[in-house]
Every structure is written in structure tokens, then in C-alpha cells.
T-cell receptor, first 116, second 114 residues
Framework: NAGVTQTPKFRILKIGQSMTLQCTQD?????MYWYRQDPGMGLKLIYY???????DKGEVPNGYNVSRSTTEDFPLRLELAAPSQTSVYFC???????????????FGPGTRLTVL | DAKTTQPTSMDCAEGRAANLPCNHS???????VYWYRQIHSQGPQYIIH???NNETNEMASLIITEDRKSSTLILPHATLRDTAVYYC???????????????FGTGTKLQVIP
């Protein structure tokens, strides 16, 4: 298994441009997440999904959009990029069953985004 | 989710045991303790988790106090490759609402010294 893969690894955007960060997992996990990590800070949840067709906001959703058309893919869309969105973006996935359970999140390698 | 408190940084000599503490005094009965680590510029990596009992796997041991208000992650023989930021997280094992807010915080920066 490749686990969680993210593309691109690096990207520089100009203010006002848009882009999509790709995330794919091959572990058949039902939950997927997008986090951002600013320098020297912890991770903040942007959006999450509990299954195909179902998404919801996390702590810092403004300026982002997501979709989940398949189990495997969870792209993050940045519209009208701003310097405040300069950050490292991590995608993660986990498996949760219908009953009492714990889940472990598996993270991708990250996308380093700079908005100038 | 319960809030956790960790020291900002720690040093450990290579080959010695690294003991990383975490305080979670407001933990609820159904919340698990998770540990992740993040090696520079990489995505966080799961290490171990537990509810009440002490746990051990190939990477580390987790010691949870009887009152569950604190825990310690033990790396038995630290190597240079264990230099990373270690995050202690508490979260419920089951949430009927389906949303598991996970707060990673800033963690403990462990520096393993040759």
C-alpha cells in the first residue's frame, strides 16, 4: 500500500490565484481529513469527511472547499489565495467502524504552499 | 476533547530511555490517550494509544496513571532518528456524531544528543 499520497509537494501561488491540493489513500479508510500547519505551530483541522459524499468544516475552513466523490480521493480547493494561506497542508485518513472503536490517523507527506 | 499539557522541549542522550510526560487532568472516562510524532517536515506518525492499561509496541511504551490524569511515553533506547516533536492527544473512542475534533497542540520537541 502506498498509504496517503499528496500532490504537489511544493507550490508557489500569487495572491488571488486558485489551486487544488490532491489527496489519495489506498487503505479503504472511510474518514479523511485536511490539516494545515503554520511554522512552529500545531496542526489545525480545515475540513474532514466521514465518507464519500459527506464533508464538514473543521476549525479553520474559511478560504477552502472540499469534495469527496470517492472513498479514495479528498481534494482541497483554495479559491483566491491569500498570504495567510501560506502553510504546510497535510491530508490524513482513518478507519472507523460503526461501533465503539478507536481510530488511528495516517498522514501524507504534506504540501508546502507559499502565497506571494 | 480534554486539553493536554506537555513540556515544550526535552533532551535525551542517545541509547538512554526518553520519558515524555503528558498531563490530561480533565480526561473523560471514554477518552483514549494517543501519541504521535512528527519528524522535521514530515507528516505526523502514529506511535501508540491506550485507555487505562499500560501499552507497549515495537516503537514505545505508554504508561497511564491509575487516575488517568497523566501519562508518559517511553522510548526505551533513543536514537538520533527519534529526534522529533511528540504530540499527546486525548480523544473519545466513539462519537455518535461522527466528528472527532483532534487538537495536536505544539507538542514536546525531543532532541536526542549523540
Amino acid at each position: 500500500n502506498a498509504g496517503v499520497t499528496q500532490t504537489p509537494k511544493f507550490r508557489i501561488l500569487k495572491i488571488g490565484q486558485s489551486m487544488t491540493l490532491q489527496c489519495t489513500q489506498d487503505m479503504n479508510h472511510n474518514y479523511m481529513y485536511w490539516y494545515r500547519q503554520d511554522p512552529g505551530m500545531g496542526l489545525k483541522l480545515i475540513y474532514y469527511s466521514v465518507g464519500a459524499g459527506i464533508t464538514d468544516k473543521g476549525e479553520v475552513p474559511n478560504g477552502y472547499n472540499v469534495s469527496r466523490s470517492t472513498t479514495e480521493d479528498f481534494p482541497l480547493r483554495l479559491e483566491l489565495a491569500a498570504p495567510s494561506q501560506t502553510s504546510v497542508y497535510f491530508c490524513a485518513s482513518s478507519y472507523r467502524s460503526g461501533g465503539p472503536s478507536t481510530d488511528t490517523q495516517y498522514f501524507g507527506p504534506g504540501t508546502r504552499l507559499t502565497v506571494l | 476533547d480534554a486539553k493536554t499539557t506537555q513540556p515544550t522541549s526535552m533532551d535525551c542522550a542517545e541509547g538512554r530511555a526518553a520519558n515524555l510526560p503528558c498531563n490530561h487532568s480533565t480526561i473523560s472516562g471514554n477518552e483514549y490517550v494517543y501519541w504521535y510524532r512528527q519528524i522535521h517536515s514530515q507528516g505526523p506518525q502514529y506511535i501508540i494509544h491506550g485507555l487505562k492499561n499500560n501499552e507497549t509496541n515495537e516503537m514505545a511504551s505508554l504508561i497511564i496513571t491509575e487516575d488517568r490524569k497523566s501519562s508518559t511515553l517511553i522510548l526505551p533506547h533513543a536514537t538520533l532518528r527519534d529526534t522529533a516533536v511528540y504530540y499527546c492527544i486525548v480523544r473519545v473512542g466513539w462519537n455518535s456524531g461522527g466528528y472527532q475534533k483532534v487538537t495536536f497542540g505544539t507538542g514536546t520537541k525531543l532532541q536526542v544528543i549523540p
